[in-house]
């Protein structure tokens, strides 16, 4: 059975910190390149980071650069999303997706997590 499943979401005071993880089961993460996204109340999803699946190039949205971190532990089969310096514009929900081609933030993704909720607020 396919899974993505996020986790490392909560509520968290502007300046903080916090690192989602993406644990996929029923298929090898190495194929895959993993993306992050975000959806905020009333808001359109918008695509946060990507990390190939090859090279291991990382892409970031304008808003996050030099405050998100993305990696993967193939090995663990799993992604992460570290975040620093957290904002309250932050908040939303986060998802992890993966597909089996190049980072893009449009288009068709092959597998969604159902995702994990942060919240930024003091």
């Known amino acids: 059975q396919v899974q993505l499943v996020e986790s490392g979401g909560g509520l968290v005071q502007p300046g903080g910190s916090l690192r989602l993880s993406c644990a996929a089961s029923?298929?090898?993460?190495?194929?895959?390149?993993i993306g992050w996204f975000r959806q905020a109340p009333g808001k359109e999803r918008e695509g946060v980071s990507c990390?190939?699946?090859?090279?291991?190039?990382?892409y970031y949205a304008d808003f996050v650069k030099g405050r998100f971190t993305i990696s993967r532990d193939n090995a663990k089969n799993t992604g992460y999303l570290q975040m620093n310096s957290l904002k309250p514009e932050d908040t939303a929900v986060y998802y992890c997706?993966?597909?089996?081609?190049?980072?893009?933030?449009?288009?068709?993704?092959?597998?969604w997590g159902i995702g994990t909720l942060v919240t930024v607020s003091s």
């Open positions: 997706a993966v597909v089996e081609g190049l980072c893009k933030w449009t288009g068709v993704w092959d597998y």
């Open positions: 990390i190939s699946r090859s090279d291991g190039s990382t």
């Open positions: 029923g298929f090898t993460l190495d194929d895959y390149a």
